[in-house]
């Protein structure tokens, strides 16, 4: 079993949707989470990162479930320049981050 | 500011051979990270660096070395390279070595072996 698992998508949705993506971690001991966006042949750079008690920044809203290791990111009112993969990370301690393979988004006009 | 650097931007090398790939980190940043990204996967955590010693080490064969220099600045090195060494190398960089905080990332080493 991985230690991230993410959809693999592709999303394909029309401007303006709301789309979600999800992510399974199996490490209990993770502290630390976020989601990175990867647009094509460039690299990772953060979204945002997670909490607990759920996080909001604009259109964008993350929220956390320790007790089933599920973590998930909402896009509302999705934007052409959204397309791009979405990264789910987990840090397990140790100084290393581990991610998912990343769900890929795609916003048609 | 300058972000993360990484050279040379892309290389190609034969099998066999060894490579050698550099990283400058963010100014004031002294934790440097290593990951590997092949085509249709994310980031796979190869080596971390804190105040130059290695803080921690993936899930990758003994060709694999790395190191940090005084300045902080970063090499990964491969030897005997196999065609399934071809990826993306990312270097990332933070200002802590916990993990916790904010990795930023350079623009990576696409490495082909052919």
């Known amino acids: 079993r991985k230690e991230v698992e993410q959809d693999p998508g592709p999303f394909n949705v029309p401007e303006g949707a709301t789309v979600a993506f999800n992510c399974t971690y199996s490490?209990?001991?993770?502290?630390?989470f976020f989601w990175y966006r990867q647009d094509c042949r460039k690299e990772p750079k953060l979204l945002m990162s997670v909490y607990s008690s759920g996080n909001e920044d604009g259109r964008f809203t993350a929220q956390l479930n320790r007790a089933s290791q599920y973590i998930s990111l909402l896009i509302r009112d999705s934007k052409l320049s959204d397309s791009a993969t979405y990264l789910c990370?987990?840090?397990?301690?140790?100084?290393?981050?581990?991610f998912g393979a990343g769900t890929i988004l795609r916003v048609k006009s | 500011d300058a972000g993360v650097t990484q050279s040379p931007t892309h290389l190609i090398k034969t099998r066999g051979q060894q490579v050698t790939l550099r990283c400058s980190p963010i100014s004031g940043h002294k934790s440097v990270s290593w990951y590997q990204q092949v085509l249709g996967q994310g980031p796979q955590f190869i080596f971390q660096?804190?105040?130059?010693?290695?803080?921690g080490r993936g899930n990758f064969p003994d060709r694999f070395s790395a190191r940090q220099f005084p300045n902080y600045s970063s090499e990964l090195n491969v030897n005997a390279l196999l065609l399934g060494d071809s990826a993306l190398y990312l270097c990332?960089?933070?200002?802590?070595?916990?993990?916790?905080?904010?990795?930023?990332f350079g623009q990576g080493t696409r490495l082909t072996v052919v």
């Open positions: 490490n209990s001991a993770s502290q630390s």
């Open positions: 990332a960089s933070s200002s802590i070595g916990t993990g916790g905080t904010e990795a930023f």
């Open positions: 660096y804190y105040e130059k010693e290695e803080r």
């Open positions: 990370v987990v840090n397990a301690g140790g100084n290393k981050l581990v």
